[in-house]
């Protein structure tokens, strides 16, 4: 098995009681607090003794290439699997519909380890991030440029719903649509990626996000610049779209209008920051934080976001031989918690998280990022480890869990 290891940093205030007999035979009983910036500094000794234990979580499914898009629906945990466009690679047997380019499995997580089955499979390029119309129908992204969805609630069968590639800068070279989040009004929002195994990536210019209303229509989000725009959570009161800008190694929000309109961008979270706040140790030693890449995320009932590190372009790790993971991060952008990977699975990036009612988090993690992987489906897992929170819930929508409808 594969563990994950669960790190909380944090500065409580201590307090202490001392008891005195005066001579009359009195007792004498005094409390005091002192804040954690008031307290002696501790000596090495305390502090190995006052170090936070990990808690272990563990692989409940495998057998994936490279697994995305993980969503909750009616108990069920669903995620696609973004095989690669590798004509030829047909898994023969018989758990489901097969394809050549990608699957939406379906999972059972009530038992460890859970059981799957493929839900639907794209034999014209890997599916992405999905999610569900107010009708109770699927979509799902295909990369190729078009949102996809069910013919009937619960089909499986998917035809083209939206074509996107009129929002893609440069179609068939560069971009392509990755991951999305459907809001309790029915909009699906979609980050317009560029290639990132292209040498120019990085100075690649910014992309604007995408917008597919209910009905199918493409209404391009003007000023929504963003630099790899990937997982993303609309809040449960449908006002504010989230997003994790990879390339900017930040979070970005903005405002959702009445008609879903995108506006007032604004920094949510500020990576190169923060990362170098909560790992000093890590930074002091190995530089850059903005080498820490965001993925998919989800948002728990405190309001507090878990956003997935796919990785990073160098090779130090975090927590003493982790890296990648998930961080917790608060509404005030502040990193509180971070779940890492044990290197027993030599995991090296987690693509995506995803809550549940009952205080788990379910990682995709893998060995390499993305489908084109010489590890089969030995490549990814999902991995799930208790947290302090369950999914935040939506009174707009039956199906809205962690951020996604």
Same mark, same amino acid.
């Given at each position: 098995? =594969? ?19 005066? =001579? ?16 002696? &500094? ?9 170090? $936070? ?27 696609? @699997? ?10 023969? @047997? ?45 979509? &799902? ?9 069910? +013919? ?35 909009? +699906? ?122 990785? +990073? ?16 991060? =608060? ?56 947290? $302090?929170?369950?999914?935040?819930? =939506? ?11």
């Amino acid at each position: 098995l =594969s563990f994950l290891f669960c790190h909380t940093r944090s500065k409580m205030p201590t307090t202490v009681t001392t008891t005195t007999t005066t =001579s009359a035979g009195t007792t004498v009983t005094e409390t005091t607090t002192v804040s954690a910036a008031d307290a002696p &500094a501790a000596t090495p000794a305390d502090a190995a003794a006052e170090a $936070p234990k990990p808690t272990y979580g563990e692989v409940i499914a495998s057998g994936f290439y490279f697994n995305e898009g993980p969503r909750f629906k009616d108990g069920k945990l669903y995620c696609t @699997d973004m095989v690669g466009h590798v004509p030829g690679t047909h898994q023969v @047997d018989t758990d489901g519909p097969l394809g050549d380019s990608g699957f939406i499995w379906e999972i059972d997580v009530s038992k460890t380890p859970a059981t799957k089955r493929r839900y639907a499979a794209f034999t014209d390029g890997p599916p992405s991030g999905n999610g569900w119309l107010p009708d109770g129908r699927m979509v &799902a992204i295909c990369v190729n440029g078009n949102l996809r969805v069910e +013919t009937k609630v619960g089909s499986g069968i998917f035809v083209d719903f939206c074509d996107i590639s009129p929002s893609m800068q440069q179609p068939g070279v560069l971009d392509f649509p990755n991951d999305a989040v459907v809001s309790p009004t029915g909009n +699906t929002y979609i980050g317009l990626d560029f290639n990132f195994f292209n040498p120019d990536a990085h100075a690649a210019p910014l992309r604007d996000i995408a917008m597919v209303t209910p009905k199918g229509e493409l209404k391009i989000q003007k000023d929504t610049g963003t630099a790899f725009p990937n997982g993303a959570v609309i809040t449960p009161d449908g006002k504010t779209y989230i997003v994790a800008e990879t390339f900017g190694y930040k979070l970005t929000a903005f405002d959702v209008a009445a008609d879903g309109t995108l506006s007032n961008k604004r920094l949510y979270f500020d990576g190169e920051k923060e990362y170098k706040e909560y790992f000093p140790e890590i930074f002091a030693e190995f530089g850059d934080a903005r080498k820490m890449l965001m993925d998919g995320m989800c948002l728990d009932a405190e309001g507090y976001i878990w956003s997935a590190i796919c990785g +990073t372009d160098t090779s130090f790790q975090l927590d003493g031989g982790q890296m990648g993971g998930a961080i917790r991060i =608060s509404p005030e952008g502040k990193i509180v918690q971070h779940v890492g990977m044990n290197r027993g699975f030599a995991a090296n990036g987690c693509a995506a998280a995803m809550l549940d009612d009952d205080c788990n988090l379910y990682l995709c993690t893998c060995v390499t990022i993305g489908g084109h992987t010489p590890n089969g489906a030995n490549n990814a897992t999902i991995e799930k480890v208790k947290v $302090p929170a369950p999914a935040a819930r =939506s009174k707009l929508s039956k199906t809205y869990c962690a951020g996604y409808c």
